[in-house]
Each structure stands twice: as C-alpha cells, then as structure tokens.
C-alpha cells in the first residue's frame, strides 16, 4: 500500500496564483478568511487524511459493508474515522454560520475536499452526499427543516443521502415511480430505490435521505417529481432520533471498487409508508435535484482529480524504488530514469496540474455566483460537465497508467494499483455519465444561448494566448502558438456545432462525447498556460516557491502542450466528420 | 452474464478477402486447406467456444485456482472443458504432421485462437502457453526432445508454460539468476520464477516447463542465459509420466483479473535440484526465447481483440433491452438509438474489425515466412510490436466502453462486464510491456534497419490511397482522403524520427509509445480501408454475403476513418515535439 502526501505546495499554488484567494475573499467579505488560513486548514486537513483515513482506504476495499437484517455495518475503522472528521469540525467548514458552519469559501472546501478523496474515495463519498444535502436544504427546504436537520448536518452528526435511481429510472429520471400520499401535513413514501450511496450505516446517529417520488394527482415525466426529506429515525419533539422510519436496505451491491461505500437498495414503505417531509413545492423535485447535482458532479470530477492524485503518487514511488536495466557501470537503473516511465509520470503529473486548476477555478466561479457574479455563473455552468466529464474520464487514463508503471506488480492487487483504477472506475458513470455530461454542455450550455458562454471562453484564452506570444520568454512564446492553434481547432469544430446541430438532434448527440474531451483538454491547456505565466512572472519576484518549482510549473505546462493538446485538434476533425457513419449500419448488422 | 456469438461471418470475411487464404494455401502447398475447410472449422470451434468455454467464463472469476501443498487445483469444470478441447483434437491444429499435428495454417489457427480468448480468456491461456512451448521446441529442442515431448504436447495432453520472470527480473531478462548445474547429461535447476502462467494444474498428466537459467560459467547479463525443459513429471522408460520432478507451486498471485487463470510462484530445486534438460547450445536461451515470444506477443495481442470482440457483443446486447427515455408517443426508447451510445458500439466494431484484420494479416505473414517469403518476415518483425502493443492497449478502451454503455449495471460485478475490463488489464503488461513493444518497434524494427521496412508499409499504403481515390464510389474517395491525410501525418512523424532519435537514446524511449499507437491506428486505417475496397468491389458480383453485410463493412471503415485515424495526426504531433519537457524536471520537483 502506498502512503499519500497531501499536495500542499500545489494546492496552494494554484489558489493564491490562479484563483487570486486573497482577493476572491475581499470581495466575498470575508475578512477573516486569507491564504495564511488556507495553509494552515489544509495542512491540518492533510494530516487527517494520510494518517487517519488513507490507511483505512485498502482495508475498505478488502472489507465492504455487511448487510444483515435491514442495517449495514460499515468497514471496521470507518465509524472512528468519520467522528474524528466531525469532532475536528471539518464537516462544518463550508456551511452557513446561522447553522453551525465557519461559512469558508467553497473554493477552500473543495481543495479539502481533495484531500479526503485522495486518501480514501470510498469514505470521502459519505460527507460529498451529506454536503448535497445540505446544498438542496439551504435552498429549498422551509425555515422549519432548515432548523430540524441543518446543524446536524452541517456538524456531520447526521449524515445526507440522495435516492434518484430506480431500477427502471437511471439516466432518465421522467421514470421515476416511487410514490408520495398525502398524510395530515406528512407524507407516505413507498417505492424502490437502487444505487444509493451510503444508504445505511452506523457512523451518524442518524440519516436523511433525500428523495425523489410522485404526488397522487402529479403529471407524467420530469414534471410530476417531488423531493422529501425522509429521515432514517423521525424526530421527537426535542428533535431528536426517536423511532425508525419505514425504511430499510434491502441489500449491498457487489461492486467493481469503492467498497469501502455501502452501495444499497433501500426499500421505502414496506410497512404502510415511510413518512417523509415535502421539500418546497410539490412537482418541483427535479429542478431541486439539479441544485445538490450541479454540486454532485463537480465534487465527482474532483473525484477524478483525488484518485489520479493518488494513483500519481504510487507510480511517483514505485519507480524510484523498482530497478530494471543496469548502467554501463554495472549499477542498477531506477526505473524512473527510463523514458517512457518518466513520460508516464510526466502525463500523470501535467493531466494532475489541469484538474486542479480546472477544480478549484470552477469552485471559485461558484463562490463568486453565490455573491451574485452573473459572469462567473455563466462559466461555471460551462465548466460543470467539462469538471465532470472530462475529469473522470482523464481519471480512467492516469490510473491506468499508474498500474503500468508498476507492470506485473499492477496487476497483484497487494500492490494497490489496481483499487485505484478499480474505484475510478464509477467515476464517468454515477451523477451523470459522461454522456449525460456531454450532452449538457452541447445542450444547455452551448446551443442554448447560441454560444454565447462559449464566445466569452474563446476570448479569455484568445487574451492569454495574446500574453503568451508577447512574452519575452521562448517557451511561453512556444506555449502560445500551441494554445492558439488549438483555441483554433476548437473553435472550428464549435463553429460546425453550432451551425448543424440545431438542426439535428442526432448530430449534437453523435459529437458531443468529442466536443466534452476536446472543451476539457482546451481549458486545461489553457489554465496550465496561465499557471506557467504566473510561474515565469514570479520567478522574477522574490516568492518562497524556488526557482526549481517554478521552473517545472513552466515545464508542466509544457509537456500539457505537447502531449495532451494535439488531442483538441484530433476530436476537433472528428467532430467536424459530423453525425457520419454513426447510425448508418442497421442494428441487424452491429 | 452474456452469450457469446462466434464472429463466424466477419473471420470469414477477413481470411477469404483480406488475407486471401485459398491463394495463400495454394503457395504453401496446402492442397486441403480452403475456405470450405475454413468455414466447417471455425463453426466448429465457435460451438466449444460458445457452449463450453463461455459460459466457464464466469465461474473461474469468482472461483479461481486455489494451491495446497505446492499443487494447483484449477476452477472446477475446467479441466472437463480442456478434456473436451483435446478430445476433438482443437490443440493438435497448427501443428506439424510428424508429430501428430494437422498442419493447417496458422492464420487458420489464429482465427481459432480468437474465439477460445473470447469464450474464456483465462482459460485459454493454458493453450496458449503450450502453443509457445511447441514453437520453441520445434525451433530449437534436439530430435530426442521433441520425439519426448512434442507429440503430448501436440495432442494437448501435457501443457506447457514459459518461465522467464523472476523478482528482480521482469522486464530485464539480464538480470535472471536461476541456477543450472550440470549433472551428467542433465542439469540440477534452481531458483524462484514468478508470474507463471497456468504453472500447476490437474487438468493435464505432465506439464512441460520451459525455465530460463544460468550454467556456473555462464556470462553476465542476457548472454549467460541457457533455456531448459524440466518437466513436472520426469519421464520413465516408456517416456510416460513417472516421479514427480523437484518442482513446485509455492503460492499464486491474488490478481485484478484473470481469476481463472493460475499465476504461480514456482519454486525449483528446493530438494537438491530440479531435473533439466538443455535446449539447444548453452548461453542461447534469450533468442530462444524470442521465438517463443514473438509468437506469445502476437497471441496476447490477438487476446486483445478477443475480450473486446467479447465486450462488444455484450453492450451490443445490452443497449437494445435497455430502455431509457420515450418517443413523443410514450414509447420507450432502447439505448442503442441514444447517438452516444451507438456511437460507442461503432467505435467497439470498427476497432474490433480493425485488430481483426491486422491479427490475422499478420498471423498470415508468418505462414509465409515459414515458407521462406523474406518480404512477409520483414513485414510481420514489423507487425508484431504493434498487435502486441497497440491492439491490447486499444482493448482497454473498449472493455472500458462496455462498462460505459451499461451506465450503473456496468459497475456491478454480476453484469460481467467488469470482469471483462478487468481481465483485459494483463494484456499491455505480460508478454513484454506496451513500453517493450513500443522500443521494439522504434529501435529494432524501425532505427536498425533505417526504416526501409517502414517505407515498404508507407508504399503499401500509398497504393491503397491510389486505389480509393481513383474509385467511382464516393465513400472511398472521402476514405481516400483521410487516410492519405494520416499517412503524412505519420510520414512526418517517423521521418523525425528516423532523423532525430539515433543520436539520441532518450528521444528514442521519450515518443516511442506515440509512435507505437500512431502505427497501430494507421495500419489499422489502411486495412480497414482495404476491407472496404473490398467489400465495394463485392457489391457488384454474386455473393453470399449480401448488400447490407457489404455496406456496413463500408460503413465501419468509413466510422474509423472519422474516429480513430484522426489519433494518428495527434501522436504525430506529439513525436514531432520530441523528448521536450519529459526529463526537464528533477525527481524531487516530481
């Protein structure tokens, strides 16, 4: 098993450079909240992470959750993890302070967050549900529940689900069919949900689950779906768990990783009706979901950031250790030395640096949006399925190649290699695969306002393309005329979406999946180029980063460059190849 | 679990129009050997594929192999199975007559091979490694060898296995140091071999080991290494199995896939010494060895194409009973109409259909260097590092967009399609990792011999881009296009190389794996585009293969034309920028 180091150095890179944390802060009215704050939290939180919850992470793969008369028992270790987290107060960090949360930004959240799932996905996954939760309370729920469950959720006392799934509903929601009947000012739910994500456990003291079901009398589809609180344990008049709700895990998935995070079907109403609290309005349940998912899947594409982090770090390790080869001397050569392991590393580290500027860029945009920043909601929302689409399918890659830096010994799961690439393995599928992602920013995000958002992406990285090639240094120089001929690419193939597609919706679909790769390898060329601007003005300032780690943010970049945007111009030409050959081979013939 | 459905149609297609096998068989002197023959063939074997093997599938990833007391006990139902398999005489095939065999081609045997690994990849590597086992005896084993042992291991009563790796010796084969002393006419061998595939078992009554190690006088490094068989059971006088030679199974690997398929760790001479019988002269074992391994490379990356010929057929299924979303008439809507999805299918086909025509291409041109065709050795010494490397690598993708197309079913172990995914994990490291195929290619396949090899293929190539072009069909000549566009773009890239990378070793390693994938879509392109030629062609006589299989052999080229060959330009560009930033950062900046 590998041990994990918090990325300190680079996370705090990227928030004071690229984020501007500071000032982000001012301008939020934060008075309190700085960088020498954010150094000190995540340092803190570093240190719960690799020594607390990073070891439990391969005992989780090795030993799931059990199942046993309606309950589950999680990973031995987990419960005392998870109350050392919420004594700490980590589960408070971002919350309202009129709740109990310290009200920090969500940009420094999510940098924790990182940390977390870095350390060990499958636990992170409980307190990224809760904070779902808490999202779509904060902003539907009635004063009353705010003040039933929020604290206690904010504090991480009580933990959030959210029950979508059925087994006929995935992707398509309008087949939600879990039912809701009207009782007094309660309701009763009944219905099936699969899927769900920490569904039962006995680290909180109790659970609120969110969940999806139809009124009697609603329509048909997306619009006759409202959201309940429905808690593990109902509330007594002290608002305190009293007696068990009718709700109860049916059974635990087998699953290909993440088995430290109890995946169950849950049984809603098996004895007359859970009863459950209606959460704003009735038949508005989707649009309230969309509030917890668009928070979901950017803490989903981080994900894909936390376990290629750490698949990184492995590799890092390993190919210093493992000795192939020998010099002319007779002296053994590291295998980090042999060039296509370093490339390897390389691509690892540079895809790393372009998650987590793409991250924590996005996390800021919604600090701003929160704050009423109408410019920064407009990116964020074009960001949202690029962080999470484009993330975890790069998180498929970087784990991967983690397993083949180590060889044979990736494939032996004693060695590690393979949990990581196991537990990334969910990540393009769950809050929205990649092609539900895809088909957002095709959509919503680009048709929709006729490229409007796009437009004002394209002219930002047209700005530093303009800083790159004005700059007196060669590899920025090198570095510019590699993002504009990209930018180039891209806009290309933008350009052929907007004229076609809205014309065709099997088009739009058929390219959208290249579109998504091709938005996400533009905007992280372009953040690393930003990145490695600020390195090589800094390097002429006296800063405590050293030269040795400016010089290879510079270099980072670079190798982005090189390596990862040619891949802009190849889905580029594919997209421009449109709709194609896609659907012109009958179904007898496939 | 999904059935398996022998491609009988498309092997045929390939080997009848693509490798033209009557023609071939008429220049080996094969007079039996025909399409006829082909057909009644490989439907038989699809029937032990599908019926048998298959459905075995499932039951040696949940059970695999356990070992007691230094013996293996294989998954239950598995050795009925190889019962069956060398009852019908399937591993007698390719074999030559004076022993047993049929004599038939080996590209007849590699479409067979193909639907053994699909069926069953774990078990069909038992086969496979006494496949090597024959190659290398018949290559290099004296007379009183092979009349010892070939004829067994011909029929497939003994099995075979190949033991190269130790710890300290995986990818550096310099660095072996199994023992070898000799004692009379034999040798007392000793030492610890790791990853050895089906190394015990009971489903055979011998098992024949082929054990790399070093006599006392031996030189350092690969040219002290001698190859030796020592057989599980020594044999009596009457050449039958007898004692139980001073060999055995000291643990197996607990693996991320490929449960069904014993890794030993084999200890020999833990009792004074195993007995072992010198093959060939002293000190020459690595080149034997690299007989065995080039055809070893070519079967895991024809395993490539099986497991995702496998994957396909499963998401194929699966996304026409998959219903997500309604009609405008409240019809539900299979997945397989989402352009996404289907999009992905195309992309599994097309690949699939590529790896195909390039296994059995290649598979051929090794019949014709056996039959002393120096052309066809030049060709398929260029082949090899790329079905190895490229095909298994682009297996990853399409085992992993099995699981995409299942959405949350994907990630559940019962769908099956994980295991697929994982199984397919072995292939880009055993047999020589994608970074050994990838020097293999650039160093001794490209630089040795100047590139003269390479710019026989890019002949090759350009007369196909002459022959779409100047077609009446207007697909072909968009086909034309691409694929004259890709061969520059790889023209330009390998000429770089050819120009840069001789005086510089790191530069060579440093764009090594682009260039092996580059090569890998560009020939996959090129035959791709010749099946449609093909196939255009067709359209206008009698056939039996009708309208619609031919438009869609078409369609499928046309779809990889749109899709994949772009890649080519991508790693193109990717070379062209050289060793770059790939070692302009120090490890502790890593």
């Known amino acids: 098993m590998s041990t994990y180091n918090p990325p300190l150095k680079d996370t705090g890179f990227v928030l004071d450079q690229l984020v501007g944390f500071d000032s982000l802060c001012e301008s939020l009215d934060l008075q309190e909240a700085n960088m020498e704050l954010v150094n000190v939290v995540v340092e803190e939180a570093g240190k719960l992470a690799a020594d607390v919850l990073a070891p439990l992470n391969s005992v989780g793969d090795q030993n799931g959750a059990t199942v046993s008369e309606g309950a589950v028992t999680e990973t031995a270790g987990f419960a005392d993890a998870y109350?050392?987290?919420v004594e700490n107060g980590w589960a408070t960090l971002t919350g309202p302070e009129e709740f109990g949360g310290q009200a920090l930004p969500n940009v420094l959240g999510t940098a924790v967050?990182?940390?977390w799932h870095s350390a060990n996905m499958g636990f992170g996954l409980c307190p990224l549900l809760s904070q779902g939760a808490v999202e779509a309370l904060i902003a539907h729920g009635s004063d009353e529940l705010k003040t039933q469950y929020l604290p206690q959720l904010i504090s991480g006392e009580w933990t959030g689900t959210m029950n979508l799934t059925e087994p006929n509903a995935g992707s398509d929601l309008a087949a939600v069919s879990a039912k809701a009947m009207p009782d007094g000012d309660t309701y009763k739910i009944s219905g099936q949900k699969i899927f769900i994500t920490w569904g039962d456990h006995q680290m909180a003291s109790n659970i609120v689950h969110l969940v999806l079901a139809r009124l009697p009398d609603a329509p048909a589809g997306v619009k006759g779906i409202s959201l309940f609180i429905v808690p593990k344990y109902l509330l007594d008049e002290q608002g305190q768990p009293g007696a068990l709700n009718d709700v109860s895990c049916v059974s635990l998935e087998h699953k290909l990783g993440i088995h430290g995070s109890p995946t169950c079907v849950m049984s809603f109403g098996d004895n007359g009706g859970a009863t459950g609290y209606l959460i704003g309005e009735p038949n508005k349940g989707l649009s309230y979901m969309f509030t917890m998912m668009n928070h979901a899947r950017q803490s989903v594409g981080l994900q894909g950031l936390s376990i290629s982090e750490r698949a990184y770090q492995q590799a890092l390790e390993y190919s210093q250790e493992r000795l192939q080869g020998s010099n002319p001397d007779g002296s053994k050569i590291a295998i980090i030395n042999h060039p296509d392991v370093r490339r390897m590393l390389m691509a690892m580290k540079s895809g790393n640096e372009a998650m987590r500027a793409l991250a924590l860029s996005a996390a800021a945009d919604i600090d701003r949006t929160h704050h009423g920043d109408a410019e920064s909601k407009t990116r964020v929302e074009l960001y949202?399925?690029?962080?999470?689409?484009?993330?975890?399918?790069?998180?498929?890659?970087?784990?991967?190649l983690n397993i083949q830096v180590h060889g044979g010994m990736g494939f032996i799961e004693e060695t590690g290699a393979a949990q990581h690439y196991r537990d990334a393995r969910i990540l393009p599928i769950y809050e929205g695969t990649t092609g539900i992602q895809a088909l957002d920013l095709i959509g919503r995000k680009t048709l929709f306002?006729?490229?409007?958002?796009l437009a004002q992406l394209q002219t930002d990285i047209r700005s530093t393309v303009e800083l790159l090639t004005s700059s007196s240094t060669a590899e920025l120089q090198e570095l510019g005329v590699q993002l504009n001929q990209s930018l180039n690419a891209a806009t290309a193939a933008?350009?052929?979406i907007l004229e076609n597609a809205p014309s065709d919706k099997q088009l739009m679909g058929a390219v959208s999946f290249d579109n998504l790769m091709m938005m996400g390898y533009l905007v992280g060329g372009w953040l690393l180029a930003q990145s490695a601007l600020k390195a090589d003005q800094l390097k002429a300032e006296d800063n405590a980063y050293g030269e040795a780690f400016l010089s290879a943010k510079i270099a980072t970049s670079a190798f982005f460059a090189d390596h990862y945007l040619p891949r802009v111009d190849q889905h580029s030409a594919t997209i421009r190849t449109g709709l194609g050959k896609t659907f012109s081979i009958d179904i007898e013939q496939l």
């Open 384 to 400: 949202t399925p690029i962080v999470k689409g484009w993330m975890t399918e790069l998180a498929q890659e970087i784990t991967s």
């Open 449 to 453: 306002d006729k490229g409007a958002a």
């Open 494 to 496: 933008s350009n052929y």
């Open 83 to 85: 109350q050392q987290y």
């Open 113 to 115: 967050n990182e940390l």
